[in-house]
Structures are given as C-alpha cells and as structure tokens.
C-alpha cells in the first residue's frame, strides 16, 4: 500500500508563486517518474511535469521556464514550484508517482491540491 499526501495549494494573485509537495509512504521500494499533472473545470486532466528517477524533467509547453518539478529520493517527496502564475493556471493539481513495491509496479495518484489564480 502506497499513500500520497499534496499539500501547498491556495488561492494567489496572477503574477504569485506556488510550492506544492506531494509525500508518499508505504512499501516502496523505489519510485521511478514522478509527476504533476493538472485538470481545469470542464477539462481533461493533463500533464504540467515530470520527473525521471535520473532527474530528468519535462514539462507542458505552457509551463516552460515557469515551473520547476524537483524531487528528494531521502524524503520520497515531489515539489513543484510555480513562478508567475496566470488565472489559467487555475485548476486542481494532482501528482503521480509510479512505484516499485514488494508485489511489483504501481501507479498511484494523489487526492488533488486545488490552486487558483485570480487576475
């Protein structure tokens, strides 16, 4: 069993900065990708970042050079740090992580962190 906890969502004026964490705990063994995905009202859920085990990133082409996706292996923990914030940037953050346990792989999301910009 694997938990994901996000905490750092809130309500910010355009032009504000973020910082959401997501922990996770349970029987993990290693976590590979981590990442945040994002879904807006009346839209699909979509990725804003990731995260390799490696360090390597990617992000949405809307977030570039906005945000940045760090993680720390001691903690299991994902950040995402949001600069410049747009009312666009409005909607439910949710992060995912895609773990090794005793009984294989798993892909486990957490609950969602709502942020919301306002112009």
């Known amino acids: 069993q694997v938990q994901l906890v996000e905490s750092g969502g809130g309500l910010v004026q355009a032009g504000g900065s973020l910082r959401l964490s997501c922990a996770a705990s349970?029987?993990?063994?290693?976590?590979?990708?981590m990442g945040w995905y994002r879904q807006a009202p009346g839209k699909q859920r979509e990725l804003v970042a990731i995260?390799?085990?490696?360090?390597?990133?990617n992000y949405a082409h809307s977030v570039k050079g906005r945000f940045t996706i760090s993680r720390d292996n001691a903690k299991n923990t994902v950040y995402l740090q949001m600069n410049s914030l747009k009312p666009e940037d409005t909607a439910v953050y949710y992060c995912?992580?895609?773990?090794?346990?005793?009984?294989?792989?798993?892909?486990?999301w957490g609950q969602g962190t709502l942020v919301t910009v306002s112009s």
């Open positions: 349970g029987s993990i063994l290693s976590i590979n990708s």
């Open positions: 995260i390799t085990i490696a360090g390597n990133t």
């Open positions: 995912k992580i895609n773990v090794l346990t005793g009984t294989g792989y798993l892909e486990v």
